[in-house]
């Protein structure tokens, strides 16, 4: 529980705007890089690079007491990210091989093809919301065709996705438990589908899962299906948040935009600095095993500690124009978005492709470029950024509303 008497750093809970958090850390990593809040229940922050990466590198920093802020799991452990090493390890040793060069490349095409269809639906009407008609319902096909669902549980995906993360947003607890047993049973149904047609381990996460051993033994039954429900949601959320984010960046710098349209080349490139720049998720929460004292700021045993990196993707200190858009930054691998250490996103391959994709079939689906149509609505925790960003198809440059 909150400590009343421990005075407040910042609010948690205060209203925010699309830019605001952002100025919120940079206040916290210049005045008060360890902070506490008294939401949900009291947790402190860690703002600055090094304590980030310091705390991501300790093993006494575990993640299986509570691993984001707000704490979001109320039906049980779902593994890998709800378990430290080595529990965590046989269910990243089965995922891992989902995730290789060639089975991320046989990808690209159908990923493409959804793209280019959901954006011309957009462009027949002359713009749209791009996170509610493109950048939301890209992530579920890509998954689907990830996973191997058949088309009737993809439509179900995309709507419970949507709904738990609606909740999520509202900070609605009972809708979040509720659209999380949702998740919960489709996740059953994937696991009794591939028990009675199980496919290649190598080429379905489920079948891998179910053909993996611990120590000679298959998993857990209820950990199995823990695994594929936050798999189910973990790659849908984040691209549909990032990609709204890159549209209002690029409606700000219609000069990046235009530049990035005339050199596809350089995609690739402005993906990683999206990352570094939009990290979509604020970070992960870790919990120390004993009293540990940072910057300053003592931090007893049991506290949540949240490990924010949308602040240290921009600390000034380790980043050079840390708050601007710099393609080719030199010591751009240094950034944080997917993470550190055991619990880096194994799913690092399949984001950056849809991405890339993302942007490059955006950009050639509007040649006369995009502006802001209307007002940005941001995230709340534990996501950071862009949940609807409506456009205008048609000349770059000329400002038609929204946040300037």
Partial sequence: MADPAREEDFDALAPETFDSPYETYRRLRAECPVAYSRAWNGFWSLTRYADVTAALADPDFITSVQNVVPKLAFTGRRPPLHLDPPEHTPYRRALNPLFRPQRIAALEAPTRAYARQLLAAMAAKGGGDVCGEFSSHLPVQVFGEWMNLP???????????????????????????????????????????????????????????????????????????????????????????????????????????????????????????????????????????????????????????????????????????????VLHRPNIQEHLAFGRGPHQCPGMPLARLELRVALEELLAATPGGFTLAGEIKPTRCPEIGALSVPLSFGAAGDHQGGTP
Avoid: W
Avoid at 155 to 161: F, K, P, S, T, Y
Avoid at 219 to 236: A, E, F, N, S
Avoid at 291 to 320: K, M, Q, T
């Fill in 151 to 325: 088309a009737e549980l993809r439509e179900v995906l995309r709507a419970a996705g949507r709904e738990f993360n609606i909740a999520v947003q509202s900070a609605d607890d009972e809708a979040v438990k509720r659209t999380s047993l949702a998740l919960y049973e489709m996740a059953r149904a994937v696991i009794a589908e591939r028990r009675s047609r199980p496919l290649d381990p190598r080429e379905d996460p489920t079948s891998a899962l179910l053909a993996a051993r611990a120590d000679g033994e298959p998993l857990p039954d209820d950990m199995i299906v823990g695994t594929v429900r936050q798999v189910l949601v973990v790659g849908i959320i984040a691209p549909t948040v990032l990609i709204g984010s890159i549209a209002v960046h690029l409606c700000r710098h219609p000069d990046l935009q235009t530049r990035l349209r005339a050199e596809p080349e350089l995609v690739p490139a402005a993906v990683e600095e999206f990352l570094r720049l939009y990290t979509p998720y604020r970070g992960f929460a870790r919990t120390a095993r004993r009293d540990v004292e940072i910057s300053g700021r003592r931090i007893l045993c049991g506290e949540p500690i949240a490990l924010v990196y949308a602040s240290a993707n921009r600390d000034e200190a380790v980043f050079e124009d840390a708050e601007g858009f």
